[in-house]
Structure formats: structure tokens, C-alpha cells
């Protein structure tokens, strides 16, 4: 028998993921910071796909600038949740705890995003000689042509990982970099105005990357406090502003303790589709075709509406999740009921147990109903908003 809840959405966004580890009370800590004072570790690990963060929050030094250089939400939200996903594999999640980077400052990360400069012009834009530390390539094309070279680099992320010693200390353990990258590179032309694309290579790119990764590791090496922590870095290449998926992180290295060299490159064998698409087809048939078969049946409730759309997330070539959103205009709450009711059944019926399906039912009015079907659950957990 079907559920209906009508528990919160924050409580549905728990529970997903997995089965909680809850911890029998908060910790509280001693930090290494430079004011003295208590920290907090939660005591409800929500899931081993997370980590528990250190408590009160501080935000990341380059706090803001991700949302102005990431192209778009999908992007932004893959940026962050598929670095810790990456993370993983060097600091697991019960050991570790998670704060936002506190090492490299904003500044200096928007330095790092900028051109190198020629002596000419630095001279010309009054730039010190001590700041020409950009990453990406110059620029040595005359003011109001097209440019020379592309940017390749849209921004730095870092997160930090701590432990905690038998005496309560926590301190830094582990960061994580990673290193958003353009697969189409923006421009404007002085004379006109006009806003111009150019599609990148992923080969060049992924060079660009690797040689931009290198030069970080040294510079954070550098850094007082930082010569023997363990990093992670890892290439994110991100998809044009007018995606409705987000890109996806293709390669990582590791960096052991005390050293500045990287490791050899591990490829992230990760991908997003939008269903239905001509590259899900030609990538996946078999799964696009049971996408269109649950499409084809949500039409015959609503015959004239074809709004069903996905995004489905791949690792090592397998499917691992479906995200699923239906807009669709309701005449009263009760109409909604009996749709969201139709719609699960045809979850259940369509998917494979395996799979894990998210479906959200919009209206103008917002949104009206969340399916939730876990891998391998029997039943689906379903909230009808209210």
C-alpha cells in the first residue's frame, strides 16, 4: 500500500539519500583557530554519502565567487556535491569532517582565475610584477578583437577536512581543490558588444587542467601550514549557460603528504543526460526507451501534455538515478492527489528496483508533489504539498 506523508520537505531531503548513522549526542570540540573557542560536530550523520559538518559554519574564503563564475545552478550544485563525492576516495566520511575552505584566500583565488600578463601590460594596466599569478593563458591580441587564447579556468573551489585527536582537537587533515573548467569559452567584442562562444576541445582543456593543477599544488605547498597535508584535485568541466544538466568532473590526482607532486590522473568515469535527447538515445536505448514508455504513460492521463522531462546521472557506464520533473497546470487539489497517485504506480512499474527515481510534479503555483523511490525500496515514499 502506497504512502502519503505529509511530513516536511526538509525531512524528505534526509531521508533520501540512504539510511541515517545517528550519533547519540553532539561533540564538542576544540579548534586550532587563531581566536581560541568551542566547535560543534552534529550529532546526526544523515548518511554515509555525507560528511558531518564542523559547527558554527564558516563559510569558504572565496565565498561568491562560484556563483558568478559557474554557468549555471546544475553546474554549480555538481561543482560542490560531485568534489565531495570525489573526496571520498581519499578521506571517508566517518573518519572526516567537513568545512568549507578556510586556507586559500578570495582574493588570491581571483588572481589565480585572471590572465598572465606581458612586461607591456602590466606597465599599461599599472599591475605588479608580484601579482602576475593568473592561470589562464595571455591574452596578446589587440583591445576589441577576438582573443588570442580562450579562458579556460572559471574557478577554484576548496573544501577542508579535519579529524579529531583522543583529546577533542580537531584540526586539518585533508583538502580537496577542484578546478572548473570551460567547454565553451565566452567573449565579448569591444566594437559591437555582441557576446560570442567558442566550443573548446576537451583534450586542450584537460591539458590546460592537469598543467593549471601542477602549478596550484606548488603554490599551496607554499603556504604556511600547508606543506604536509594530503589534496585531492580534480577537473570539473563545466556545460554552456544554457544547459538543463550539468557537467561533470572527468579526471583527479592525489597528492601524498610532504610532497608537491601529483600522482598519476585517475579517470572520473561520470556523466549527466537530459531525457529525451538525441545523445541519451544514441548513448543509452534501453533506458531511454523506458524513460518514453513512462513518458508515453503520464501522457495518456493528460493526452494534449508532452512536459515530461529527465536527468539521469551515470557512473562506470551505469545508470545510478533518474530525476524526473512534471509540470503540469492543476484544477484543484484533489486532481493533484489522483495524478501524483497515477504517476507513482507508473514509477513502481517502469524502473528497475536498482535505479533510484526522483519525481517532482510542479505548477504555477509552485511545487505540488515529490515521488521518492530508493534503490531497492518497496515502496515509494510520496509527500502531496500543502
Known amino acids: 500500500m502506497r504512502k502519503v506523508s505529509v511530513l516536511a520537505l526538509s525531512l524528505v531531503l534526509l531521508l533520501s539519500a540512504c539510511a541515517p548513522n545517528f550519533q547519540k549526542q553532539n561533540d564538542t570540540v576544540q579548534t586550532e583557530e587563531k581566536t581560541t573557542g568551542k566547535a560543534i560536530i552534529p550529532k546526526y550523520n544523515i548518511s554515509n554519502n555525507y560528511y558531518r559538518t564542523i559547527l558554527p559554519f564558516e563559510p569558504g574564503e572565496a565565498r561568491g565567487l562560484v556563483v558568478n563564475n559557474i554557468n549555471t545552478r546544475y553546474d554549480l550544485n555538481e561543482f560542490e556535491m560531485g568534489l565531495m563525492r570525489i573526496a571520498q576516495n581519499s578521506f571517508s566520511t566517518d573518519k572526516y569532517y ?59 573551489l576548496e573544501h577542508d577536512y579535519l579529524t579529531k585527536d583522543d583529546k577533542g582537537n580537531v584540526s586539518l587533515a585533508g583538502i580537496t581543490i577542484g578546478l572548473a573548467l570551460n567547454s565553451i569559452y565566452y567573449y565579448k567584442l569591444q566594437t559591437d558588444g555582441d557576446t560570442l562562444e567558442k566550443k573548446l576541445p576537451y583534450a586542450e582543456v584537460e591539458k590546460q587542467g592537469k598543467n593549471m593543477a601542477a602549478e596550484i599544488i606548488k603554490r599551496i605547498r607554499s603556504m604556511k601550514n600547508l606543506g604536509n597535508i594530503p589534496i585531492t584535485i580534480a577537473l570539473f568541466e563545466q556545460q554552456s549557460k544554457t544547459s538543463v544538466v550539468p557537467g561533470n568532473f572527468t579526471a583527479y590526482a592525489t597528492v601524498d603528504e610532504g610532497s608537491s607532486d601529483l600522482n598519476a590522473w585517475k579517470k572520473v568515469d561520470e556523466k549527466y543526460y537530459l531525457f529525451p535527447s538525441t545523445e541519451a538515445t544514441n548513448d543509452h536505448r534501453d533506458d531511454t526507451i523506458a524513460f518514453l514508455n513512462f513518458k508515453q504513460d503520464v501522457e495518456t492521463y493528460f493526452p494534449n501534455y508532452n512536459g515530461v522531462i529527465g536527468k539521469a546521472f551515470y557512473s562506470g557506464g551505469q545508470l545510478q538515478s533518474l530525476d524526473i520533473t512534471i509540470p503540469i497546470q492543476f484544477y484543484g487539489k484533489t486532481e493533484g492527489i489522483g495524478f501524483t497517485q497515477y504517476v507513482t504506480g507508473l514509477v513502481m512499474e517502469h524502473f528497475p528496483k536498482y535505479l533510484s527515481v526522483t519525481v517532482n510534479v510542479t505548477s504555477v503555483d509552485g511545487p505540488e508533489s515529490l515521488i521518492v523511490k530508493e534503490a531497492n525500496a518497496t515502496e515509494p515514499f510520496v509527500h502531496i504539498y500543502q
Not at 581571483?110 to 590572465?115: G, H, I, P
Not at 602576475?132 to 579562458?151: A, D, K
Open 98 to 156: 567537513f568545512q568549507e575552505g578556510q586556507q586559500i584566500k578570495g582574493a588570491t583565488i581571483k588572481q589565480w582565475l585572471s590572465r598572465q600578463y606581458t612586461p607591456a601590460q602590466l606597465k599599461a594596466n599599472n599591475i605588479k610584477a608580484s601579482d602576475n599569478i593568473g592561470l589562464n593563458p595571455v591574452n596578446t591580441s589587440p583591445t576589441g578583437s577576438t582573443p588570442s587564447s580562450p579562458i579556460y579556468l572559471a574557478h577554484v
